[in-house]
């Protein structure tokens, strides 16, 4: 495997071994089969949804080398702050670039926000979930959306491993929220965004829209309770372009600017 692609193998193999050992599943690393594999992915499915093994890495001489190497180790045991070794290792993957939002901005962002124990948050392009997961620190009642699976799978382990709760979709953040009966939590307290840039998006009436960031902030801004707040990172762009006119409009004629 290439290293870009080595986080994803390994994070699986230890969300593997997390939920083995907890359900005490006993295995030799030499002998392991393909049937161990589905029996421990179908168990993490069931206690970790949306988890999908379909998206799992299933090369056994990969899965072998990983496990043997990590022999001995308690995953369960890991404390949170050292479990975030586990995201820097993703974001050094040039291939996970799109999922990541840096552990020092996802901190800063949180930090900016402010939420407090019960508070209703949501991240509606969650990535592996930095954001969103430092914010269930803090004692969020935390949601995310996130639009690959394979991202979700990872952030499923993440979660687990930091012993945080978070309540995660598949989908498209967009295409939900044009949905009537959108399954997207409303009447929040916060809303944190680190946005996909330069998506060209196409709304149902075939309308091409070239600035996806700023319908992810609108649309979010829609799922506020009164005195709720988006937190998000724009493109400086937003702040002067004159394509940008309509959404500054919005922003600065309906809602407060607060930072």
Do not use: C
């Not at 230890?14 to 599943?25: G, N, P, T, W």
């Amino acid at each position: 495997i290439s290293v870009d692609e080595y986080p994803h193998h390994l994070l699986h193999a230890l969300f593997r071994k997390l939920v083995a050992e907890q359900e005490s599943i006993e295995y030799e690393i030499q002998s392991l089969t393909e049937d161990w594999i589905n029996e421990v992915d179908n168990l993490i499915a069931e206690q970790h949804p949306p988890y999908d093994p379909t998206d799992a890495p299933s090369d056994m001489e990969v899965q072998k080398r990983i496990l043997q190497s990590l022999e001995g180790i308690d995953v369960g045991k890991i404390q949170p702050r050292a479990a975030r070794a586990f995201t820097q290792l993703i974001e050094s993957s040039r291939s996970a670039s799109q999922s990541i939002t840096p552990l020092r901005v996802a901190d800063a962002i949180v930090d900016l926000a402010g939420p407090v124990d019960g508070d209703r948050v949501m991240d509606p392009a969650a990535g592996i979930g930095n954001l969103i997961r430092e914010a269930a620190v803090q004692g969020a009642e935390a949601s995310a959306i996130e639009i690959r699976r394979e991202t979700v799978n990872l952030a499923l382990f993440l979660n687990a491993v930091h012993d945080t709760q978070i309540d995660y979709q598949v989908a498209d953040f967009l295409k939900l929220a044009l949905q009537e009966d959108s399954a997207i939590p409303d009447d929040l307290d916060h809303v944190l965004i680190d946005p996909p840039f330069g998506l060209h998006y196409e709304r149902p009436d075939g309308k091409r829209e070239r600035n996806a960031e700023e319908l992810f902030v609108l649309e979010a801004l829609k799922r506020l309770r009164p005195g709720g707040a988006v937190t998000t990172v724009v493109s400086q762009g937003s702040l002067f372009k004159q394509r940008s006119l309509e959404f500054r409009e919005k922003i600065t004629g309906e809602y407060r600017l607060s930072s």
